[in-house]
């Protein structure tokens, strides 16, 4: 365990050392390879009466077969709406645990399978159930809000759930009742969050391997060089990356940034697989990569999520085929986590009327 000082905190809390695996290595598929095994899916998919939902920062292949199968690729929150809305009886999430667990969270009913059930997330990982509850339980004057990126047990904990598209409004509801926020596990957004509504909060110090990974220096740097670019950036990333950003949004707002603003060039701070849904909404646009080198640069990611990358075609098409890695939450704890996610999903709907 890793004891970090949170100098929002009161206390330090002890995080679990997240290890990152090395990016999966899938064997290169010729155009009739690939065309056959996502015709073969295609043929699962309706054999199980299933429907794939992907995220954005899955292979280009997989968010492509998402969308011509009749499923849909997107952020976290719209692909858990979409499955439990969807009549499909299987959901077949092509994403990281949360994304699984979030979607069975809201369909139990429905059979929710995934690639590769290692797929995980540094926020999830080093965001532990037993340390968490305690850290709430020794500040129990403060709402608890937490990511979406979270187990079902950190959840089923928290007064609310939170994607990064929607976390700024709520947290200004919060404020507005006068609550004091406790906050998890992303300590970057939390920032944010805090810089942009003055909340009182406490922040559990978790961090997103990708996100991190973006270097201010070495951003100024590419600046100079196309000054003409708009810099978009998630604001899981580091302060000094955010400052430096002409949009800070979630990946529904940086594709529509690409799609509307009137720049030629993009140099973006979030996975890189986002590229494919960008160019297809702004094919005539110039996408580059924010830097992840410069000092003290690790590149564990390189912009590109290890655990996203666990999604491919051929793990796919086996557990389609095999009907296994089924997500399994018990209705108890499914019951609970519910609350604080519909939560959610109600203040959405009532913002939008
Ligand atoms: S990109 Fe970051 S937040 Fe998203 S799944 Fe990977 S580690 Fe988690």
Request: with cysteine; charged share 20%.
């Amino acid at each position: 365990m890793n004891t970090t000082s949170n100098k929002y905190s009161k206390a330090s809390i002890e995080i679990p050392t997240v290890t990152v695996p090395a990016h999966p290595q899938w064997p290169v598929l010729s155009p009739e390879e690939e065309h056959d095994l996502k015709e073969k899916i295609k043929t699962l998919l309706k054999r199980e009466n299933g429907v794939l939902v992907a995220h954005y920062y899955t292979q280009g292949v997989l968010q492509d077969l998402a969308e011509e199968s009749g499923g849909c690729v997107a952020d976290s929150l719209e692909m858990a709406r979409f499955g439990k809305e969807h009549s499909a009886k299987t959901l077949v999430v092509a994403g990281v645990r949360f994304m699984g667990e979030t979607s069975k969270i809201l369909s139990i009913d429905k059979r929710v399978l995934m690639p590769d059930l290692k797929a995980t997330c540094s926020l999830d990982e080093g965001c532990p159930y037993d340390a968490f509850n305690d850290f709430c339980n020794n500040h129990p004057d403060h709402t608890v809000v937490v990511y979406a990126n979270t187990s079902a047990a950190v959840k089923a904990r928290a007064d609310w759930v939170v994607t990064s598209g929607i976390a700024l409004p709520i947290i200004k509801h919060l404020a507005e009742k006068g609550e004091k926020v406790l906050w998890a596990p992303d300590k970057h957004l939390g920032r944010y969050v805090q810089n942009q509504t003055g909340v009182e909060m406490l922040f559990w110090p978790g961090s997103c391997v990708v996100h991190e990974e973006f270097r201010s220096v070495a951003l100024q740097r590419l600046q100079k060089l196309h000054p003409g670019a708009a810099v978009l950036v998630h604001p899981e990333s580091t302060e000094s990356v955010v400052a430096q950003a002409d949009v800070v949004g979630s990946t529904t707002a940086l594709i529509e940034a690409v799609a509307t603003m009137p720049n030629k060039e993009f140099i973006i701070a979030t996975d890189a697989s986002i590229f494919n849904k960008m160019r297809q909404v702004a094919p005539d646009k110039i996408l580059m990569e924010a830097p992840t080198v410069g000092e003290g640069a690790t590149c564990q990611s390189c912009a590109n999520c290890p655990w996203m990358g666990m999604n491919s075609l051929h793990n796919l098409a086996e557990i389609l085929e095999q009907g296994t890695n089924e997500i399994h939450i018990s209705k108890e704890l499914a019951e609970k986590a519910k609350i604080p996610i519909i939560r959610m999903l109600d203040f959405a709907k009532n913002m939008k009327k």
